[in-house]
């Protein structure tokens, strides 16, 4: 048995890339940069008015002007020339036309006869109510650094840019093998003995949230030959990952058959709680973890051990949500290994404090659901209350 350490340490030397794609600016949302991206325009790309009104030229002591033309946003103008006694009458977005500089937003001006506004405000400040060419950013301008996740804004911002592709990571493709003569699919009627595998559907919620892609996964009865098969049909994906069937009971089968197809075992079993049968390594190239089948134990290994590989390979910072907060109640639970429990954060009166769940067993989704962090203690410690604890804050939706 190693250390939660030390099984960390060894999943990071493994070295596993999935190169980068392009794609649609459109189809972007939440997907990786890979590279700087440069606007391919100006923004806006013309001088455009910014209010209701009327453009005119660099003349600022005007007080009558003549109404030459009109422009609607989208349109432009054919007349080649405002002179410094004329008006256009133009909208927000209104691309101006050629030589004004500034528009008399329309409750400053007074309508006369035979088309004449008054500007009944004698200040003209040049420029005012113009967006002018480029303000927003130029073209050739860095707009999105690489390793950014591009939200709704950044997808604006690309199109605004005339950047109809960029270069983002490719998505890890991972494969999910739930195993057990127990489980059934969600849509499948229960019978006496079965039970849903609840995991399975986590784990895909779980690596779509962690930028992968689920491209297969799949209940496989307690079976060695069938679990072999299985294996070798996951080695399409990027990532392998087993839940169930990895400790030492006799229909515990996944580590022999992963032994029998080649495997190169990094390690079997940690000083963890829950996880403890937790199995690492490598299969034709492709990591495999396999994580135990209660899915307290499978939610938890994923948290620690394969969100921040999936993170890692994307080249993206390790945004553990750490923190230390105030034990709110006693914890019984002392263990000779870490034990991650399930815990929920709140804060008061600005202090950071975290109630321990009642019922920490690895089989409890509703204490799962319940609980919105882990509590890490370390091995042989014993806590209670008010004393400090660190805490591991579930990512958003996880
Ligand atoms: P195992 O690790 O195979 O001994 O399974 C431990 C417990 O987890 C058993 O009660 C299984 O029925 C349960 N279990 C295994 N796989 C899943 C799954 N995918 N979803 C929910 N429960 C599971
Ligand atoms: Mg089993």
Redesign the pocket.
Known sequence: MISVKKALSIIEKVKYSVGTEYIASNKALGRIVSENVLSKTDNPPFNMSAMDGYAVCNKPHNKVYKVVGEIFAGHSMSKKKILKNEAVRVYTGSKLPQGTTTVIIQEKTKVLDNNFILHTNNSLKIGEYVRKKGLDFKKNKTIIKSGKILNARDIALLISANCKNIKVFKKPKVSIL???D??IFSEKIKKDSN?F????YMLEALIHLSFSECIHKTIVKDNKNKIKKALREAIKSDIIIT?????V?KK?LIRSSLIELGFEEKFWKITMRPGKPLLFGILKSKPVFSL????VSTYVCFLIFIFPFLIKILNLKNNYYKKIAKLANNTKLASKRESYLRGFFYKQNNENFVKCLSNQDS?LLNMLATSNCLIKIPSNKKYSKNMFVEIILFPPLF
């Open positions: 739930s195993t057990g127990e489980l039970i595998a609840s995991s399975l839940t169930g069937g990895v400790s009971g515990d135990p089948g209660n899915p089989s």
